[in-house]
């Protein structure tokens, strides 16, 4: 009988945060041109702050304070939350339809919504 050999195998892998959560990317080389789209955290998060919206459009809420408690969230996160619902409409066509990735987390995104709609794009997608 032989002695046991040991085999180390590299796999090149790159772990970034995406929302505060570490994502583990494979190897540029492997990966496709587009990753996928849209994390899942930004979509969920943009149909909430349009649900919320609709909540306070139709008087089933009276205030953020009302849905932050409903939803067992902080006022200034609802509050954050809910600017996602007054993104620029060819910011939330190209994340929605197109499922373009944006290059920024979701809190960067809610504070694009105070920029004018011409700006939003452009940061939320880098210079392209």
Do not use: C
Not at 67 to 77: C, H, L, M, N, R
């Amino acid at each position: 009988m032989s002695a046991p050999t040991t085999m180390r195998v590299f796999i090149p892998l790159t772990i970034r945060k995406r929302n505060g959560r570490p994502k583990i990317l494979p190897p540029t080389d492997i990966m496709p041109a587009n990753d996928g789209g849209v994390d899942p955290h930004v979509l969920k998060a943009i149909a909430r702050a349009w649900s919320w919206r609709r909540k306070l459009e139709s008087g089933a809420v009276g205030t953020v304070f009302d849905i932050a408690k409903a939803e067992d969230v902080t006022p200034a996160y609802a509050g954050r939350m809910l600017k996602l619902a007054y993104l620029a409409p060819t910011v939330l066509d190209s994340l929605l339809i197109h499922r373009r990735a944006p290059a920024v987390s979701v809190k960067d995104l809610a504070a694009a919504v105070e920029l004018p709609w011409t700006e939003q794009k452009t940061l939320v997608f880098g210079a392209s």
